[in-house]
C-alpha cells in the first residue's frame, strides 16, 4: 500500500511508475498551468476538485468547475488557460510513457 499527502498547496505526483510498480502516474496542481503540449500515447484524465477553470484543448475552450472530468487524449495539444485562486484539480495520465510529452 503506498499512502502520500497533498502538500500544503502547489504541484506535485502522489505515485507513479518512478517510485512504484503502479502503471500509471497520479497527481495534482492547485492552479491551471499554461504550457501548451501534447502527449503522443498518453491519457490524461483530469479531474476538478474545487474552483474553476478554462482549458484549452485543440481550439476549444473547456469550462471546468468542480465535480466535472476532463480527458485529453492522446495527440490533442492543451493547456490551461485561467484558473480561480481556489482551484485544484487531480491527474491521472494512463499509460504513463516516460518522456511523452512535447510542446505544441
Known amino acids: 500500500m503506498i499512502k502520500r499527502s ?3 498547496s502547489g504541484k506535485g505526483w502522489f505515485v507513479g511508475p518512478w517510485d512504484s510498480i503502479v502503471p500509471v502516474a497520479v497527481g495534482f496542481s492547485d492552479r491551471g498551468v ?3 503540449h501534447v502527449h503522443g500515447e498518453m ?4 479531474l476538478v476538485a474545487r474552483g474553476t477553470s478554462t482549458a484549452l484543448v485543440g481550439e476549444r475552450l473547456v469550462e471546468l468547475a468542480a465535480g466535472d472530468l476532463l480527458v485529453v487524449e492522446p495527440g490533442e495539444p492543451h493547456t490551461f ?3 480561480s485562486d ?3 484539480h487531480f491527474v491521472v495520465q494512463a499509460p504513463f510513457v516516460h518522456d511523452d510529452k512535447r510542446s505544441a
Do not use: K, L, V
Open 6 to 8: 497533498i502538500e500544503a
Open 43 to 46: 491519457f490524461e484524465i483530469y
Open 34 to 36: 499554461d504550457d501548451p
Open 86 to 88: 481556489d482551484y485544484r
Open 81 to 83: 488557460t485561467a484558473s
